[in-house]
């Protein structure tokens, strides 16, 4: 990693995504692009890879790559079945 | 009228609804799509708000492990249909609530045609399939729903298809687009979820629905909330169309 790009950002999971994570939040230190992001949690949890994902920064949902800031929270939106 | 009057008395007191509120939520027309734990709590609240037509669509019947959250069921009522059971307990709660059921199971064929006949749509379902199915339908007759899910203890909330002046509708698909997933979305049965919590989501559901029908108060249509009942929390994600 770039040291002097790097940022820490806050990464918050919501049900299975938080199952395979194993924790509803963790602080991670990236480079400022959601899709290093997007990377390393599917190298890090690679039962991710299975699950459908959305992503929300600040709580904005988000379908592209954006630069991210230092401090940012970065969301793991999974689709819910039950009624 | 004079009965009517007393009946919705303290919701007629309200500045915001008033009786030109209220006479728009005698005359709405809204489709609960599922009669499960979601459907169990809107439509309580639904019918006992004065919401004067009310459809059930639901071929399932009901089940012991339903009773823990299903709350218009009891244990006579293992084995028979729940969109028949709900409309019988709804109109002997609230007569003057017209309810229809349609004890079948909603599929592209058919939603067209019963969706021309209500104003709202409930998603009250267990599965995305049939989420889709409300999604293509909604859009087609130009209507609302209020969408619901739930996992364990976590739920997900959203107004859906729905127009104002200044902000284009957003829709489900904005947020999870259709596509194949290697592992399929649990529902209730697979994934077990807290008895309490469609009761709350429900009465949520009810809640958007009643402010589009009488046009008060801010509707949930260009966000979707996360709820988690375990830790008491609300985290509402923006949607932009």
């Given at each position: 990693m770039n040291e002097t790009k790097s940022i820490q950002v806050k990464v918050v999971a919501f049900g299975v995504l938080q199952e395979i994570i194993g924790t509803s939040s963790l602080q991670i230190e990236c480079l400022p692009e959601l899709s290093w992001v997007k990377d390393f949690l599917l190298q890090s949890?690679?039962?991710?890879?299975k699950q459908h994902i959305q992503f929300a920064v600040n709580k904005q949902l988000v379908s592209d790559n954006i630069t991210l800031s230092e401090g940012c929270e970065i969301a793991l939106l999974p689709p819910f079945s039950g009624g | 009228m004079e009965d009517t009057f007393a009946k919705y008395q303290r919701q007629i007191s309200l500045q915001e609804i008033g009786l030109v509120g209220m006479k728009k939520i005698q005359n709405a027309r809204v489709l609960l799509v599922g009669a499960g734990g979601l459907a169990c709590s809107s439509l309580l609240y639904l019918a006992a708000c004065g919401v004067g037509n009310i459809g059930i669509i639901d071929f399932d019947t009901i089940e012991i492990s339903n009773l823990h959250r299903q709350?218009?069921?009891?244990?006579?009522?293992?084995?028979?249909l729940k969109a028949l059971v709900a409309k019988e307990k709804l109109e002997v709660l609230h007569p003057n609530c017209k309810v229809k059921a349609y004890a079948t199971q909603l599929i592209s064929d058919n939603a067209y045609d019963i969706f021309q006949s209500y104003d709202i749509i409930i998603d009250?379902?267990?599965n995305i399939e049939t989420r889709y199915v409300i999604e293509e339908t909604c859009l087609k007759c130009n209507i609302p729903w209020v969408f619901a899910a739930i996992n364990k203890f976590e739920a997900q909330l959203s107004v859906f298809n729905f127009h104002t002046p200044t902000q284009a509708a957003v829709q489900y698909s904005d947020v999870f687009p259709k596509t194949t997933l290697a592992e399929p979305v649990l529902n209730c049965a697979e994934a077990g979820v807290l008895g309490i919590l469609p009761g709350i989501v429900g009465s949520l559901q009810a809640n958007e629905a009643l402010k589009i029908m009488a046009g008060f108060g801010t509707v949930l249509s260009n966000s979707i909330l996360y709820y988690n009942a375990l830790h008491n929390t609300f985290y509402p994600i923006q949607i932009k169309p």
């Open positions: 949890y690679p039962g991710l890879s | 709350v218009l069921y009891g244990h006579t009522d293992i084995g028979k009250a379902c267990d």
